[in-house]
């Protein structure tokens, strides 16, 4: 049974930091792509960014690009999603997924709230 898990979302002011971890299960971790999307109240779901493989990392979203940054430990089958000088619009709800042909697995989803 395919899962994964996100947490580490919470409460943080404005420039503060906060780490999320995506752990996934009943898959091969280490081989297949991992991405971090998000959802702010009211909006579409957008890509933030991919792990396409251990030695690769992309930030999609231009806002995004110098604060965040992916590690993966796959020993642990865990993604990491470092989110440093967090701002407001960095509010949302935060999923991973996966791609396992033909279905897409999600997280349910670690809520980050950044107060100004």
């Known amino acids: 049974q395919v899962q994964l898990v996100e947490s580490g979302g919470g409460l943080v002011q404005t420039g503060g930091s906060l780490r999320l971890s995506c752990t996934g299960s009943g898959f091969s971790f280490s081989t297949n792509r991992i991405d971090w999307y998000r959802q702010a109240p009211g909006k579409e779901r957008e890509l933030v960014a991919a792990s396409p493989n251990p030695n690769n990392a992309i930030i999609y979203v231009d806002s995004a690009k110098g604060r965040f940054t992916l590690s993966r430990d796959n020993a642990k089958n865990t993604l990491y999603l470092q989110m440093n000088n967090l701002k407001p619009d960095d509010t949302a709800v935060y999923y991973c997924?996966?791609?396992?042909?033909?279905?897409?697995?999600w997280g349910p989803g670690t809520q980050v709230t950044v107060s100004s």
């Open positions: 997924t996966v791609r396992l042909w033909p279905t897409d697995y």
